[in-house]
Every structure is written in structure tokens, then in C-alpha cells.
């Protein structure tokens, strides 16, 4: 056993966050907690981790933990080497940096790192840490596509325990075989996989439903008799004073009181806790615009390295664009770029006409000393119409005086949504907007964006998201963009074609290679002592060609 979480208990304020929440993981075990923002997920993680204090209960910690936050902070004045100090004599270290592609990044600051990359870095601490226990808190929230296949299998080799919050259906389905469930405050365990959880929670709520509605209907029943038989008892005592009629209704309230007695003595059964649905729509598109709404020509961003150059695009009225592409190949640099807080070389247009509206990743555009009320009506000061919004937005009663800074990262997501909505904006720059999100909310503002009448350009690397919103997909690399005219199917289907040809191009190129090899070593037999180091340079080179080949185009 390495974890025993036994009866913990927490308070923030008046609120009872956790109650008597008991657990264990032991080797080898890979388990998924999950439930709704706000639901103590986060909490119960920092209590485990002896950051915050629990009023009842204890854990007992077998083993050393791996850590990943999800709100981890990271000195980014540090390069990636001062950051790894502590291991830079560790025999893994190099392969570990290789492995999750950061070995090019070892002399860069931190701050020109991408969120993925940072991601990449903190897990690279945890790995060279040696831990038992792996925790981590929304894992995949920064990281690309390649990341997020790496990290499946990381987990799926580790030998040791671990604890993944994550709103990510795909990575749960990959990694867990346990699910625990955080619902107000209490913990219920699933003994399966994410598809095990999901089907049997949905089974789970039928039958409570089908209970909830038989004993709603009884006790009805029970009360219109009860209420017929006191009015039938009260009649004939109202009757006469005759002692036949007063006898009568003597027996018929005896008969009531025995209906009561059977209404109290119901075991009753509580309402199905039925998740809470966000509703909210944004507003109609404001004024008209012209075609494009933004040009982009040649553009470059260099830091100590080029991050991106010859990026080149154009931003139509009404489109939604997914952009996609590894960490580090300047997606989110792109966005800051468009929306004014990163400058960037070439020719950058925004239409003067054309109102942006922008979620960060890194959720900044928020004041920590403002409460809810507060920070909305620098939007828009109309109080009943944003109370009316928030409570859309699960925000009611005086979870609107709640401080910014006393959010968990989803209600966060969530007030910067709703600020997006009140803004009247014709164009959306949205750098990973479903991080944070539990998966109801995430569907919710799904629908949402897809009746929104504007432009949207995000950065996505959840698989769901993309596949709903795209129209048109951009794919990113330092050294341009790749348009593909079709949603995330079209571009999945093009690059697999693209793919088949470029592994045809590249079997007969490895042929060519290893014919180029075969002559260089039967002429290496008969050389010169000049002709030698020529020929050992050029077989060299063709080796390094030929692994290149064999190892990308399997």
C-alpha cells in the first residue's frame, strides 16, 4: 500500500467541502477522481499533499510522490538547465529530455517554454524524482497530441501507484481502472475503466429516477387519502350531535391517522442528484463586417530561438478554425500576437472595424481582488442582466461576492466565458478554452460557441473539442501554416493519405539508401588509405539517413 486516505474532513469557511473520505491505492494501480468543478477534487489532492490542513481524519503517505498541480508555477527566468539542477548528474536525465522532446530546449528560459513544454519540463522533474506515487492534477490540459500518447504510455508501464484528476475521456479511458467519484463531498468507487464508470452511473440514475418518481407518486396518494378521510370525518361530526354520526367520524379520522402513520413510517427517498446544466447563448453578431477580419504575412517570432517564421494566413467573417500542431511551434505566441500583447515581425492586419474578444490558457485576464459581481460589471454594469447571466453559469446567491481569487480554476473558466458573452465581440481567440472543465460545462459552452454568428480561431488539444467545432483546420510548425479546407475528419483523412505516400517515397528511398551502403562497404575493401576517411564519412551519413527513415517511416 502506498496511499491511505482514512475519514478526512474539510471546512473552507462554513462550507463543508469533504466529508469522511476514505481510500487506499497500492501498487500498480492506476485510478481516475473525478466530478464536477468545484466538487473538492483539487482540495482533497492538496490535503494529500499536506499543502492545506484537514479538520478531521489523517493520511498516511508509504511512498515518494511525483506531483504534478495543476496551477503549477514554475521560476521562468530559469533556464530548463537551472531548473533541472538538482539532477543534472542523473544517468536518465538526457534520455528522459529526448523522450519527451525538450533536449533542444536544455539553454532556453523557461518563459520562452510553451505551455506544453512546461508541462513536459515539470513531468520530467517528477519522472527523475523516482516516485512510487504518481498524482497529477489535469495532466493533459497543456500538452499536444504526441504528448498526450507518450504520457498513456508512461502511465501504462509505470510500476508504481496512481491518482489522475483529469475531465479528459479519452486519457481516462487509456489509463485507469478504477474511477472515484467526487459528489458533494462524498466519495462513491467504480471498479472499471471510464466506459465501466460512465455506463454504470447512467444505470445508477435510471433506477434512482424510477424510485424517486415511485415514492413521490405513493406519498401523493397516501396524502389525498389522508385528506379525503379527514373531510368525510370532519362532515359528519358538523352533521349532528347525533352520537351515530359522531361514531361514524370517529372511525373514519381513526382511519386517517392510520393513513398519517403509514406516510410517516415511508422510508423516504432522496431526489437523484441530477448534474446541474449550464444555459447560456451569446448575443447576435454585432455590426457587419467586411471578408477579413484579420491578415497575417511572413510572419516571424524570435526569442533566444526562432519560434515561428513565414506564417502566413487570413481570417474570414464566420469561420471557426481549429489550429493545431506540437508544443513549442508557437500556437499560443500566434494568438497573443493577434490580440495585441505579443509583437511579432512582418505585416500583421486587423480589420479597425472588427472587435476581439480572448481566453488564455494561463486564465490572466481576471483581478484576484475582485469578487464575481465586481469583475463582470467591468463588462457590462447592467447588475439584474449579469446576475441573471451567472446564475446561468451555476454562479447564484452569494457565490457572486465570492473573491476571483477563491475560484478553482473551472468556475474561473467559466467567468471568462461569461465575460466573452457580455462583450459583444465579432471574433473569438481562444487558447485552450476546455482546460479546467468538467465534462458537462465543456459541452455546454460547446453548444454554445456553435450559435455563436462570429469568427472563432482556437488552439485545442482535446479530440472532442476540435472534431465538434472545427470548419477549417491550420496545422502549425515553425516554419509556416498548412491550411486543410475541411473539418477534423477531412484533415485526418488528408494526412493519411499523405502519409501512405510519403511511407511509398520513403520504403524506396531506404532501398536506394541501403544499396548506397552495400557499395560503399564492398569499395571500403579494396580502398585507398585516402580513399578511406572519405568513404567512412559517406557511409556515415547514409547510415544516419537510413535510421532516420526506418525510425519515422516504420
Wanted: proline share 1%.
Amino acid at each position: 500500500m502506498l496511499l491511505n486516505v482514512n475519514s478526512i474532513t474539510k471546512y473552507i469557511k462554513d462550507k463543508k467541502i469533504l466529508e469522511n473520505i476514505s481510500f487506499k491505492i497500492y501498487e500498480k494501480q492506476k485510478i481516475g477522481l473525478i466530478g464536477d468543478n468545484g466538487a473538492g477534487k483539487s482540495t482533497l489532492l492538496k490535503v494529500i499533499m499536506k499543502e492545506i490542513v484537514s479538520d478531521d481524519g489523517s493520511v498516511d503517505v508509504r511512498g515518494n510522490i511525483g506531483y504534478l498541480p495543476q496551477d503549477f508555477s514554475i521560476d521562468e527566468d530559469k533556464t530548463v538547465e537551472e531548473f533541472l539542477k538538482d539532477y543534472e548528474f542523473h544517468h536518465n536525465l538526457i534520455p528522459t529530455l529526448s523522450r519527451l522532446n525538450l533536449n533542444e530546449k536544455y539553454k532556453q528560459r523557461i518563459e520562452t517554454l510553451s505551455g506544453g513544454e512546461k508541462t513536459r519540463l515539470y513531468i520530467t522533474r517528477i519522472i527523475l524524482s523516482k516516485p512510487q506515487l504518481l498524482i497529477l492534477d489535469e495532466p493533459t490540459n497543456h500538452l499536444d497530441y504526441e504528448g498526450i500518447t507518450w504520457l498513456v504510455d508512461f502511465i501504462s508501464k509505470f510500476q508504481g501507484g496512481v491518482l489522475i484528476v483529469s475531465h479528459d475521456r479519452y486519457f481516462l479511458e487509456k489509463t485507469v481502472n478504477k474511477i472515484l467519484e467526487l459528489e458533494k463531498g462524498s466519495l462513491r468507487e467504480y471498479n472499471g475503466g471510464y466506459s465501466f464508470y460512465k455506463n454504470t452511473k447512467e444505470k445508477e440514475l435510471e433506477r434512482e429516477i424510477i424510485a424517486y418518481e415511485a415514492y413521490k407518486k405513493e406519498k401523493k396518494k397516501l396524502e389525498l387519502a389522508a385528506i379525503k378521510v379527514m373531510e368525510r370525518s370532519n362532515k359528519y361530526n358538523n352533521m349532528s350531535q347525533n352520537d351515530f354520526y359522531r361514531g361514524k367520524a370517529a372511525k373514519i379520522a381513526k382511519r386517517s391517522k392510520a393513513i398519517i402513520s403509514r406516510l410517516e413510517q415511508m422510508e423516504e427517498v432522496s431526489k437523484p442528484n441530477q448534474p446541474l446544466k449550464i444555459n447560456l447563448a451569446f448575443g447576435k453578431e454585432g455590426k457587419r463586417l467586411g471578408d477579413i477580419l484579420v491578415r497575417g504575412e511572413k510572419l516571424k517570432k524570435v526569442y533566444d530561438n526562432t519560434i515561428f517564421e513565414n506564417i502566413s494566413f487570413q481570417i474570414q467573417r464566420n469561420k471557426r478554425i481549429g489550429i493545431i500542431g506540437k508544443n513549442g511551434v508557437g500556437k499560443s505566441t500566434l494568438l497573443k500576437a493577434i490580440v495585441g500583447i505579443e509583437s511579432v515581425d512582418g505585416n500583421l492586419t486587423i480589420s479597425p472595424s472588427v472587435k476581439i474578444g480572448y481566453f488564455s490558457q494561463e486564465l490572466k485576464n481576471l483581478d484576484e481582488n475582485l469578487t464575481l459581481l465586481d469583475e463582470v460589471k467591468k463588462i457590462d454594469a447592467n447588475q439584474s442582466k449579469i446576475r441573471n447571466l451567472m446564475a446561468c453559469m451555476l454562479f447564484k446567491g452569494e457565490d457572486v461576492f465570492k473573491k476571483i481569487s477563491n475560484l478553482s480554476l473551472g468556475e474561473r473558466v467559466r467567468i471568462i466565458f461569461l465575460k466573452l458573452i457580455l462583450g459583444g465581440y465579432q471574433l473569438l481567440v481562444l487558447d485552450e478554452p476546455t482546460n479546467f472543465l468538467d465534462i458537462i460545462s465543456r459541452e455546454k459552452i460547446e453548444e454554445a460557441l456553435l450559435d455563436y454568428e462570429g469568427a472563432i480561431l482556437f488552439v485545442s488539444h482535446d479530440h472532442y473539442f476540435v472534431r465538434r467545432m472545427a470548419q477549417e483546420i491550420w496545422e502549425m510548425d515553425n516554419k509556416g501554416i498548412t491550411r486543410y479546407l475541411g473539418d477534423y475528419e477531412y484533415y485526418l483523412n488528408k494526412k493519411n493519405q499523405k502519409g501512405e505516400k510519403n511511407k511509398r517515397i520513403a520504403k524506396e528511398e531506404i532501398l536506394n539508401l541501403e544499396m548506397e551502403l552495400s557499395t560503399i562497404s564492398f569499395k571500403l575493401i579494396s580502398c585507398s588509405d585516402n580513399e578511406k576517411k572519405e568513404l567512412d564519412k559517406k557511409y556515415s551519413e547514409v547510415l544516419q539517413q537510413l535510421k532516420y527513415l526506418k525510425s519515422n517511416f516504420r
